[in-house]
């Protein structure tokens, strides 16, 4: 089975601008999880999703946001950027809740 | 809510050496524990887990992991260091049967492995 893909894998932004991370889980897999890898604050949850519904969401601000579409491809977007995102952006996928997450290899972003 | 700690950012062994990531854990209920492990610019690999069962589990390249209860401990170890284990090593923990904020995996800090030859 193919694993967790993201797109794109790096990506270059300015303050302010808005940014969209797509994620294709494991085939077969119905829950997506996102997750922010920062060298200060490391690994912190950001949502969950399952059958295109929100589960779980972190202690993150609303300009962090996502779906989750009818074949489980997840998506999030981070409106008005700030310096502070610039971080490594994982998705992880599981077959339910309940199961082990597999990590994709991420989408780095720089917001200059 | 659930917490972990690793003991030591950095650890730095000979090849051939024995590896020993320690890890600590905080939780009201027995958790599940992972250790997932990051080569640089890459993403999160399974190294192993433990659910329920026999307390020492085993995983990929030869690594094992041992749960103790009594110590809230899930220390990561591997007889003989080999260079490509230098990574960056998390410890995980994650309530099982819960939701809300209790779902997510919960990291440590992650340790930074560094074998010399």
């Known amino acids: 089975k193919a694993g967790v893909t993201q797109t794109p894998r790096y990506l270059i932004k300015t303050r302010g601008q808005q940014v969209t991370l797509s994620c294709s889980p494991i085939?077969?897999?119905?829950?997506v999880s996102w997750y922010q890898q920062t060298p200060g604050q490391g690994l912190q949850f950001l949502f969950e999703?399952?059958?295109?519904?929100?589960?779980n969401k972190g202690n993150f601000p609303g300009r962090f946001s996502g779906r989750q579409f009818s074949n489980s491809r997840s998506e999030m977007n981070v409106s008005t950027l700030e310096l502070g995102d610039s971080a490594l952006y994982l998705c992880?996928?599981?077959?339910?809740?309940?199961?082990?997450?597999?990590f994709g290899p991420g989408t780095r972003l720089l917001v200059l | 809510a659930q917490s972990v700690t690793q003991l030591g950012s950095h650890v730095s062994v000979s090849e051939g050496a024995l590896v020993l990531l320690r890890c600590n854990y905080s939780?009201?209920?027995?958790?599940?524990l992972f250790w997932y492990v990051q080569y640089p610019n890459q993403g999160l690999q399974l190294l192993l887990k433990?659910?329920?069962?026999?307390?020492l589990v085993k995983g990929i390249n030869g690594f094992e992991a041992e749960f103790k209860k009594s110590e809230t401990s899930f220390h990561l170890t591997k007889p003989s260091a080999h260079m490509s284990d230098a990574a960056e090593y998390f410890c995980?923990?994650?309530?099982?049967?819960?939701?809300?904020?209790?779902?997510?995996?919960?990291f440590g800090k992650g340790t930074l492995l560094t074998v010399n030859p």
């Open positions: 992880a996928s599981s077959l339910d809740f309940q199961e082990t997450q597999y």
């Open positions: 085939s077969g897999h119905r829950s």
């Open positions: 999703y399952f059958s295109e519904t929100q589960r």
């Open positions: 939780s009201s209920v027995p958790p599940y």
């Open positions: 433990y659910t329920t069962g026999a307390t």
């Open positions: 995980a923990v994650r309530i099982p049967n819960s939701g809300g904020s209790n779902y997510k995996l919960t």
